[in-house]
Nanobody, 120 residues
Framework: QVQLVESGGGLVQAGGSLSLSCTAS????????MGWYRQAPGKQRELVAR???????NYADSVKGRFTISRDNVKNTVYLQMNSLKPEDTAVYYC??????????????WGQGTQVTVSA
């Protein structure tokens, strides 16, 4: 009933840039927060960046100053601009959204994941 569709992953050299986008659609009543998580093989999924209601943002220490999250509430879309990429940024990146559906039930929805690979 609610879907998150991601785009923008790919292969880039260290020091390069990449942009991700994620659009939510379906039976949406409201979106309280949207953000990005990433997961590498054998590691736990970790928060990269998140923007909540009111525009407050949170970033992982490892990406501060390099990544920027932005959100378009009209388009139900969240973006992640990634600059100065490092090999350790290599992971599958997942879009996440805290969404209240038209049934008035809140739930964390996830995108399908997009691979970001940074070569040395």
């Amino acid at each position: 009933q609610v879907q998150l569709v991601e785009s923008g992953g790919g292969l880039v050299q260290a020091g390069g840039s990449l942009s991700l986008s994620c659009t939510a659609s379906g039976s949406i009543f409201s979106i309280n927060a949207m953000g990005w998580y990433r997961q590498a093989p054998g590691k736990q999924r970790e928060l990269v960046a998140r923007e909540a209601r009111g525009g407050s943002t949170n970033y992982a220490d490892s990406v501060k100053g390099r990544f920027t999250i932005s959100r378009d509430n009209v388009k139900n879309t969240v973006y992640l601009q990634m600059n100065s990429l490092k090999p350790e940024d290599t992971a599958v990146y997942y879009c996440n959204a805290q969404i209240t559906s038209t049934t008035k039930i809140a739930y964390d929805y996830w995108g399908q994941g997009t691979q970001v690979t940074v070569s040395a």
